[in-house]
């Protein structure tokens, strides 16, 4: 589960259960920075391919990140993380909670595929505006589709974000170190 969210500590508890993930964080290793570059590419171009073929999917343009991807990060609490990649899916809705439902439905199956727990049910920032469903695995790793919109009397204008990010495997958690694995990887 993410830090930067906070969750009522039931909630927490059940969520924990479902996703193999604890308040103190994963219940598996993290994946070696080479596999996972692997991995959560090939999981992440499933997902947003998914995204884009929704019959449903209320028009949304989809775009990769500006940002640099993929990026490392050493957190807080030691852990590396890798963000693989992001997307945003730009477009005009009537309701974001029957959006994110919706696109949730669609990403399920490739979840499964790749031997990941359905998305969870749709959460809410404590201070409101954000809305988010998410699959967290027994490693840390978390496939996001998070929502937000900006109301006006005729339309809503949605952004949906695509993330893919968790803890990794690696003695040193830098861009020197992200590099090289690129490059193995070719």
Same mark, same amino acid.
């Given at each position: 589960?993410?830090?930067?969210?906070?969750?009522?500590?039931? /909630?927490a *508890?059940?969520? !924990?259960?479902?996703? =193999?993930c604890t308040?103190e964080?994963?219940t598996?290793? #993290?994946?070696?920075?080479?596999?996972?570059?692997?991995?959560?590419?090939n999981l992440?171009?499933?997902?947003?391919?998914?995204?884009?073929e929704t019959p449903?999917a209320?028009?949304?343009t989809?775009?990769?990140?500006?940002?640099?991807?993929?990026?490392v990060?050493?957190?807080?609490?030691g852990?590396c993380? /890798?963000? *693989?990649?992001? !997307?945003?899916?730009? =477009?005009?809705?009537?309701?974001?909670k029957?959006?994110? #439902?919706?696109?949730?439905?669609?990403?399920?199956?490739v979840l499964?595929?790749?031997?990941?727990?359905?998305?969870?049910?749709q959460?809410?920032s404590e201070?409101?505006?954000?809305i988010?469903?998410?699959?967290v695995?027994?490693?840390g790793w978390s496939?996001?589709?998070?929502?937000?919109?900006q109301?006006?009397?005729?339309?809503?204008d949605a952004?949906?974000e695509?993330?893919i990010?968790?803890?990794?495997?690696?003695?040193t958690?830098?861009?020197?170190?992200l590099?090289?694995?690129?490059a193995?990887?070719?």
């Open positions: 589960m993410r830090a930067s969210r906070t969750v009522p500590a039931g /909630l *508890v059940a969520l !924990a259960a479902l996703t =193999g308040p964080g994963p598996e290793q #993290a994946p070696p920075l080479d596999e996972a570059l692997t991995t959560y590419t992440y171009d499933d997902v947003l391919a998914a995204l884009q449903d209320h028009d949304l989809w775009a990769e990140s500006l940002a640099t991807y993929p990026s990060t050493e957190q807080e609490d852990l993380y /890798l963000f *693989v990649t992001s !997307a945003n899916g730009a =477009g005009t809705i009537d309701d974001a029957e959006l994110l #439902a919706s696109l949730a439905a669609q990403v399920d199956p499964e595929e790749h031997g990941l727990e359905p998305m969870s049910e959460q809410h201070h409101g505006g954000d988010w469903v998410e699959s695995s027994a490693n496939v996001e589709l998070g929502g937000g919109g109301s006006s009397p005729e339309h809503q952004v949906v695509l993330s990010d968790g803890p990794v495997a690696t003695d958690c830098t861009d020197a170190t590099e090289q694995a690129l193995d990887a070719g």
